[in-house]
T-cell receptor, first 115, second 114 residues
Framework: AQSVTQLGSHVSVSEGALVLLRCNYS??????LFWYVQYPNQGLQLLLK??????LVKGINGFEAEFKKSETSFHLTKPSAHMSDAAEYFC?????????????FGQGTILTVHP | GAGVSQSPSNKVTEKGKDVELRCDPI?????LYWYRQSLGQGLEFLIY????????KSGLPSDRFSAERTGGSVSTLTIQRTQQEDSAVYLC????????????FGSGTRLTVV
């Protein structure tokens, strides 16, 4: 069975500061990994995905994530936070390399950005 | 359509009533998923449809929950005899047949059982 753990339910940064949201996964097979963002009263939007190609994945809105097998991690980063980045972020894992299986989500991290 | 459409966006119902939630996936997407998002529970998988295959119902929390997908397109999630613990946001997502991993989500239906 696969799972993801997001470290920190709340992260607060200042505008312009580095954003780091942590995600560790557990999977018995090579995983596919995803980050989603959810703005208030909206559905989830795909930020980026790792599907066993390049380990450093670039997504939308300036976010990127690095797959580190040795650390079983897939942390999300952005060099400089913007006020519009305030939202809830979810890490998710899909095991087995299929696009049709169900995603397993982490508990989410709420990002607050202070002026 | 251009995106995944869910209706209604909000639903308030009395305890014990039945409700139907609708999902209209992206045209041509063969995979369709229902998730539930509630406070303290995160995102819970409910059910998954893939083409004409039997659905994966392993996430349905009780026999009060059921879902169907007609003609490989629109899906309806039905909750019978609603309980207060059913209050949540119900999210639908779809996925294409091509190797384009990662769902497209709808905006959800917020269900409140009073």
């Amino acid at each position: 069975a696969q799972s993801v753990t997001q470290l920190g339910s709340h992260v607060s940064v200042s505008e312009g500061a580095l954003v780091l949201l942590r995600c560790n996964y557990s999977s018995s097979v090579p995983p596919y990994l995803f980050w989603y963002v959810q703005y208030p009263n909206q559905g989830l939007q795909l930020l980026l995905k790792y599907t066993s190609a390049a380990t450093l994945v670039k997504g939308i809105n300036g976010f990127e994530a690095e797959f580190k097998k040795s650390e079983t991690s897939f942390h999300l980063t952005k060099p400089s936070a913007h006020m519009s980045d305030a939202a809830e972020y979810f890490c998710a894992v899909l095991a087995g390399g299929t696009s049709y299986g169900k995603l397993t989500f982490g508990q989410g991290t709420i990002l607050t950005v202070h002026p | 359509g251009a995106g995944v459409s869910q209706s209604p966006s909000n639903k308030v119902t009395e305890k014990g009533k039945d409700v139907e939630l609708r999902c209209d996936p992206i045209s041509g997407h063969t995979a369709l998923y229902w998730y539930r998002q509630s406070l303290g529970q995160g995102l819970e998988f409910l059910i998954y449809f893939q083409g004409n295959s039997a659905p994966d119902k392993s996430g349905l929390p009780s026999d009060r929950f059921s879902a169907e997908r007609t003609g490989g397109s629109v899906s309806t999630l039905t909750i019978q005899r609603t309980q207060q613990e059913d209050s949540a946001v119900y999210l639908c997502a779809s996925n294409p047949t091509a190797t384009n991993y990662g769902y497209t989500f709808g905006s959800g239906t917020r269900l409140t059982v009073v």
